[in-house]
């Protein structure tokens, strides 16, 4: 991965529109309404001027002002940048689902991606799409995760729900709930825990994290009266991994796990499916959560919620997902830069 113009401080942090029809344009805008995140990072909106200006005049926000750019990683600092990802004019039709949303929310991403290859920006901020809608020949995924995984080449990755004291990772993402027990196994169990330690390690900086790992199955498995995946197979690996000296614990049932504020003991929690993981964390904290992919080459975070059609250009999305996103993504630039110095400084 090359990087074109170094940067002397501030990450250059791309943010991708996602479904124009969505909640995607207004949460970016008031997101980066505050000039004041500009003195932090260059934020580079990729998309088009267009939706922007017809956002900003539908939801009368005057302060946000910004600055198209033409060639590839010549952005200004201290300006919001937008690239423009078509030509075409699409006609916004806000909380519908248009084939033209999901071709542009396509082209924004791809754009994006290819910028993201090349070193022109340090981290991605995916704004919510709709994940029929942007189905094509070249987007055959289940969501932004599997997208970017295929395209960094990268072996596996992990959903990550993240804010400051809650951490959850789900083993399986996008998948049926009558195929999650087929999908789990042993291999699986051991690389999701893995990816999720590496990342507390270097993303988030937790030298030795404290995981714990969910059941499955009701009440853990109820000694396996209600399921035999935990004694098949969650404790085997728990206990292979405490033989390797890690701070895990579990099998937890979710429910108690949750209602007794358990989670609150440890750096982070390993969920078996979505909704197990996605359900509680979204209930304690949806409005400063963050959706990061952990296992990446690549920086990549998200708001944790979705396009929100039904009130989409009603002025009433909170941007406070999306501003976590966006300061996630410029915490992680910063660990990463200052753990290339100390190595650096180390070989010196």
Not at 25 to 45: G, H, M, S
């Amino acid at each position: 991965m090359s990087n074109h113009s170094k940067h002397p401080d501030k990450a250059r942090i791309g943010i991708t529109l996602g479904d124009i029809n969505g909640i995607g344009p207004e949460v970016t805008i008031k997101a980066l309404r505050d000039n004041r995140l500009l003195n932090y990072i260059t934020p580079v909106i990729y998309g088009s001027t267009k939706v922007l200006s017809y956002y900003r005049k539908a939801l009368k926000i005057e302060d946000f002002n910004y600055t198209q750019v033409k060639d590839d990683g010549k952005f200004q600092s201290r300006k919001v940048n937008v690239i423009n990802c078509w030509n075409e004019m699409i006609e916004i039709k806000t909380g519908e689902v248009t084939p033209e949303g999901g071709k542009a929310s396509f082209n924004a991403l791809e754009k994006a991606t290819a910028h993201l290859k090349e070193g022109y920006i340090d981290a991605l901020v995916t704004a919510p799409i709709n994940k029929d809608n942007i189905q094509n020949d070249n987007f055959k995924f289940a969501g932004h995760t599997e997208y970017l995984t295929s395209k960094f080449g990268a072996e596996d990755s992990l959903m990550f729900m993240t804010t400051e004291n809650l951490k959850i990772g789900v083993v399986t993402g996008h998948l049926p709930l009558k195929d999650v027990s087929k999908k789990l196994n042993k291999d699986l169990l051991l690389k999701k825990y893995s990816i999720m330690e590496q990342s507390l390690i270097n993303d988030f900086g937790i030298m030795k994290p404290k995981i714990a790992i969910l059941g499955l199955n009701p009440h853990a498995g109820e000694n396996g009266l209600l399921g035999k995946e935990e004694n098949e197979l969650i404790i085997p690996v728990i206990n292979k991994l405490k033989n390797e000296g890690k701070l895990v614990y579990g099998p937890f049932p979710a429910d108690g796990f949750f209602g007794k504020n358990d989670y609150s003991k440890f750096d982070a929690v390993l969920a078996m499916y979505h909704d197990q993981g996605l359900i509680p964390f979204k209930t304690l904290a949806f409005e400063n959560g963050v959706n990061f992919t952990a296992g990446l080459p690549i920086i990549r975070t998200s708001p944790d919620h979705g396009t929100a059609y039904d009130i989409a250009g009603k002025n009433i999305a909170s941007a406070s997902s999306m501003l976590h996103a966006i300061y996630m993504a410029k915490d992680i630039c910063t660990i990463h830069e200052d753990r290339k110095e100390m190595a650096g400084e180390s070989k010196s």
